[in-house]
Nanobody, 123 residues
Framework: QVQLVESGGGSVQAGGSLRLVCAAS????????MGWFRQAPGKEREFVAR????????YYPDSVKDRFTISRDKVKNTVYLQMNSLNSEDTAVYYC????????????????WGQGTQVTVSS
């Protein structure tokens, strides 16, 4: 059974940092790209970051570029999202996702999803 389990969420003051962790299990994710998405109350799911299997290519939307960094440890089957300079607009549930043929920000192109971890930023 494939599982993606997120952790590392919590409450933080504006300007602070958090590091999210996504642990994958149940299969090998060789060749799979990994991504992070988020969803705030009353809003659609939003793409946050994507990293290729090799880790050599990353992609971010302008809303988080230069503040968030995605990375992966292929040996540990783990993906990280380092989030700096957080603000209230970053408050959301953050989801980890994996896909064999992802199209950057297209959520429907990801095959597996985690249950999410809450991030709350207070001003």
């Amino acid at each position: 059974q494939v599982q993606l389990v997120e952790s590392g969420g919590g409450s933080v003051q504006a300007g602070g940092s958090l590091r999210l962790v996504c642990a994958a299990s149940g299969r090998t994710f060789s060749g799979y790209a990994m991504g992070w998405f988020r969803q705030a109350p009353g809003k659609e799911r939003e793409f946050v970051a994507r990293i290729t299997w090799s880790g050599g290519s990353t992609y971010y939307p302008d809303s988080v570029k230069d503040r968030f960094t995605i990375s992966r440890d292929k040996v540990k089957n783990t993906v990280y999202l380092q989030m700096n300079s957080l603000n209230s607009e970053d408050t959301a549930v953050y989801y980890c996702a994996a896909g064999a043929r992802v199209r950057y920000s297209d959520a429907s192109s990801y095959d597996y999803w985690g249950q999410g971890t809450q991030v709350t930023v207070s001003s």
